[in-house]
């Protein structure tokens, strides 16, 4: 019987989405046994950054529909990139620079729809910077043009300052409501006057309009200058709170819930003195004992990214073409680089709304039962039943997936692993997996 250790698989749910099936075919396996060996590959296995467009090979297509699925791509450009992006969090084998990024994505939200280039830069911000220092992704995403546009900082001039994302800088990305004041946020808008965006051509570079920037001094925190944008962000950061504020976020993002004073001080003076280097916080939480304690074991209701990846890693299902993840995603109440407002995603419980928690129970079954080809041959058989039998034509094109139970099954016979162990990270009655998926447990981890 192989032996899983129940913290090794609660870091692994919080930090890579969750184990994949195939480790308990592989050498992988120990790191599902052993916490201080799941602590350190953790960290010692991250991916070395690359953009998710230079390499679409972990995007589960089948070649015969290569041509279908670029027409349909040419359409829903944003979600074929959000389709890119799910499938390389089901692909990696350690993901943390995704959900890192989907953490960032979380906190910093920002509407990149309409505009697949502008969306694209935007999500390689979050994922090339996120696990790093503080100080770059801030200023990056401060001159992103989806941003730019989204909090109307392209439009500043200094006769006339915009108060837009000047006031969300300080109150929603890095101090927090109630830690600075309106003389701030007119100071700070006046440091951003000026910024435009190059759209003649791609990447967009943002650039000052030296006619249009406010060159006066500048007064925030006791330090006073000619500061412009970047020179506030760096004042922004010095400030303790900065480190308090963004380690309160993300202990909410990976815990589940808001910690305790104390354990929120010890993780924010681990993160301020590492000059805000992302991975040091990171290796704060998941190696510390609190993040083990019951008060965090199955608490955290997953988002809806974290539902279907996890599934998909759990089980070896995978989503086929575009429509299938951005259907599932957008049904259970999220359309990634499109949040509900400027302050932030659902957090916890308000996922579980109305037809959106309808949804989170039902669909993870019907992506399974639905899974109708594991091959081409398949493939080509049910297009013509498709031809044939036109009720299928709609639900045919909008979802599909594949699966393979047999396999599922056989791998955790073999190592005499429950399907709930292995699913929920608990021991319940029914080990039958349709009904495991739509059990409330299944919507925590």
């Known amino acids: 019987m192989s032996y899983l250790n129940p913290n090794s698989i609660h870091l692994l749910n919080r ?3 969750g184990p994949k099936i195939d480790w308990l075919s592989s050498n992988n396996k120990i790191i599902m046994q052993d916490l201080e060996k799941t602590q350190q590959w953790l960290f010692e296995t991250i991916s070395e950054y690359h953009p998710i467009h230079e390499n679409n090979n972990h995007s589960f297509i089948f070649e015969e529909e290569k041509k279908e699925y670029d027409r349909v791509r040419k359409g829903a450009q944003v979600e074929g990139l959000i389709f890119d992006w799910v499938s390389k969090m089901v692909s990696s084998s350690n993901p943390l620079r995704e959900i890192t990024a989907l953490f960032w994505h979380h906190h910093i939200p920002c509407v990149g729809r309409g505009n697949l280039e502008k969306a694209k830069l935007l999500l390689e911000i979050y994922r090339k910077y996120g696990l790093g220092k503080l100080n770059p ?13 989204y909090l109307s900082a392209n439009f500043s001039r200094k006769d006339k300052p915009t108060e837009n994302f000047p006031r969300e800088l300080m109150e929603l990305f890095l101090l927090g409501e109630g830690n600075y004041s309106y003389k701030d946020v007119k100071e700070v808008s006046r440091a951003f006057t000026g910024r435009r965006t190059d759209e003649s051509k791609y990447p967009y570079k943002m650039y000052i309009n030296e006619s249009e920037y406010d060159s006066s001094n500048k007064t925030l925190f006791g330090e006073t200058g000619n500061w412009n944008g970047d020179d506030v962000i760096d004042i922004i950061i010095k400030q303790y709170q900065t480190a308090r504020y963004i380690s309160r976020s993300a202990l909410i993002f990976f815990l589940g819930q808001v910690p305790s004073n104390e354990f929120l001080d010890e993780c924010a003076s681990v993160y301020y003195n590492s000059e805000y280097n992302f991975q040091s916080l990171l290796k704060q939480i998941f190696c510390s004992s609190m993040f083990y304690s019951p008060n965090y074991l199955n608490n955290k209701v997953k988002t809806p990214v974290e539902l279907l990846v996890g599934l998909s890693r759990k089980t070896g299902m995978r989503c086929i ?3 299938t993840t951005n259907f599932f995603l957008q049904l259970c109440g999220q359309r990634l680089f499109s ?3 400027v302050v932030d995603w659902p957090i916890g419980n308000e996922w579980l709304l109305g037809q959106n928690l309808v949804n989170r129970l039902f669909l993870p079954n019907v992506l399974l039962k639905i899974a109708n080809r594991s091959n081409k041959k398949d493939s080509i058989q049910f297009k013509i039943i498709n031809k044939t039998n036109p009720e299928l034509s709609y639900f045919r094109y909008s979802w599909d997936s594949s699966f393979d139970r047999k396999s599922f099954e056989k791998i955790l016979e073999k190592n005499r692993i429950l399907h709930s162990s292995w699913m929920l990270n608990l021991k319940v009655d029914s080990q039958d997996l349709s009904k495991i998926v739509t059990r409330p447990e299944f919507q925590y981890s």
Request: glycine letters at 4%; hydrophobic letters at 40%; aromatic letters at 10%.
């Open 137 to 149: 992704l801030i200023k990056n995403i401060s001159s992103n043009p989806a941003m730019m546009y």
């Open 15 to 17: 930090a890579t989405f």
């Open 339 to 341: 949040p509900p407002s």
């Open 321 to 323: 073409g575009v429509k």
